[in-house]
């Protein structure tokens, strides 16, 4: 039978302190003063050791705006030398620092309702929405008279994921059968004169509306949608009210009274 021994992890060996580098605060000091003012630099919280004969020291950063930022210097020396180097300054955010929010790239930043005239969305190469409309054949002339010459027109069409994730946002929006309009509506989409069907894959549940009356027009609209402009339904009549005759009381006198 064979025991396989395994090594204990070895601990992280401790950098040993070095006093030249530890107590190096007015060195470092001294180089913040060289770019930033006085003011800004607030008490020494301490130095550390970050490396064979490096040290870092932290100073508060106290110009307004800046909450839980604090300077950094940074110091060394050769093996041998008596004194420390400045290496490097920088301004860090510590435990509750305002930081800016991260960046996003302009193309995920966009949402729905964005784009006004004269704005373009970026392009996306790899869309899950579109796939190309026609079999690439691999000889680029054929295939380029095939998008031109012959007329096949559109490079990308809407892939199947693409037309599920459009039917399902027109279903679930405003023109879909669970609106407030639809909801108090007399008669569906489906059986409506101005109602046109969608061709295509969508065909089955989507139409767009022609009525000019209606708040759907020229929107897509669900089979099960609805308004109160269906072109086979009516208002409800309302029977008359009676009206009584004007009555004229020639014997009643209105005394005015008027004071002097």
Not at 70 to 96: D, I, M, Y
Not at 168 to 174: I, L, N, T
Not at 207 to 226: K, Q
Request: hydrophobic fraction near 40%; charge should be negative.
């Amino acid at each position: 039978m064979t025991v396989e021994v395994r090594e204990k992890p070895k601990k992280a060996k401790a950098e040993k302190a070095d006093k030249v580098l530890l107590g190096a605060v007015d060195l470092a000091r001294a180089a913040l003063l060289d770019i930033t003012p006085a003011d800004t630099i607030g008490e020494h919280q301490g130095a550390e050791m970050i490396g064979e004969r490096l040290a870092m020291h932290h100073f508060a950063y106290t110009a307004k705006g800046y909450v839980g930022w604090h300077w950094t210097v940074s110091v060394a020396r050769a093996p041998r030398q008596k004194f420390a180097t400045v290496c490097e300054v920088n301004l860090l955010p510590g435990g509750g620092a305002i930081l800016t929010p991260d960046w996003v790239p302009y193309a995920e930043r966009l949402r729905p309702g964005d784009i006004g005239a004269g704005d373009v969305t970026p392009y996306v190469e790899d869309d899950p929405n579109l796939e190309f409309g026609f079999e690439a054949s691999g000889d680029e002339e054929v295939d380029e008279m095939a998008f031109f010459e012959l007329g096949l027109g559109r490079r990308r069409v809407l892939s199947r994921e693409g037309r599920e994730a459009a039917a399902q946002r027109w279903y679930d929006g405003s023109h879909g059968p669970r609106c407030a309009v639809a909801v108090e509506a007399p008669a569906h989409c489906t059986t409506c004169g101005y109602f046109l069907p969608m061709p295509g894959a969508l065909r089955p549940v989507f139409g767009v509306c022609a009525n000019e009356w209606s708040p759907s027009d020229g929107s897509v609209v669900s089979l099960d949608h609805g308004c109160g402009a269906h072109s086979e339904v009516d208002v409800t009549a309302r029977e008359p009210e009676q009206v009584e005759p004007v009555r004229l009381d020639d014997f009643e006198l209105e005394v005015e009274t008027v004071e002097l």
